[in-house]
């Protein structure tokens, strides 16, 4: 049994659908842990309705004190998952969990990537781009943000209709469909 920890800060559509995904015996990967940089993100509710542990992560002790190691290696955690997870990385964790810490981005990096591109950001600009396509990408997790490499991407059609909040809507129904199955795949090779 291989265990997974999600990283995320908002909502958590994506944690409860890969919870959901992994939450069937059969499967050989269990989501052991929810870490969290704020104390009302609604992934957290998410994890306790599904009786899953959650830590709560401080910027200074994260980004240039232990990166919360101990706690991740004490719950023995293989696998590290980014689901809307807004801080930088830092390198103690990449060298920790080498080629295990997977991000998801709401776009076709290496377009619209980057500090600041989160969320509805994301959308915004690529509407306001006037792009015909928007899509995910799902990608190793490296130092610089967005940049490392690509494992998985699709896309969709953006109409003349579409708004920053329609595309967020398309955008999501991608992450919900593909994001378990590709973490599925790459821990199981
Ligand atoms: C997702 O669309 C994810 O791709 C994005 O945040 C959203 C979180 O939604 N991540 C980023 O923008 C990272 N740069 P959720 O909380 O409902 O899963």
Partial sequence: MKKLAIFASGTGSNAAKIIDFFSVPEKQIQVALIVCNNSNAGVLQIASKNFIPTLIIHKEQFINGNAYLPQLKQLEIDFIVLAGFLWKIPQKLIEAFPNKIINIHPALLPKYGGKGMYGDNVHKAVIENKETQSG??????????????????????????????????????????????????????
Avoid at 142 to 162: M, V
Avoid at 165 to 173: G, P, R, S
């Fill in 136 to 189: 995910i990408t799902i990608h190793f997790v490296n130092e610089q943000y967005d940049e490392g490499e690509i494992i998985f991407q699709t896309s969709c059609n953006i109409d003349e209709k579409d708004t920053a909040k329609t595309l967020a809507k398309k955008i999501h129904e991608l992450e919900h469909k593909h994001f378990s199955k590709v973490i599925e795949q790459i821990i199981s090779k």
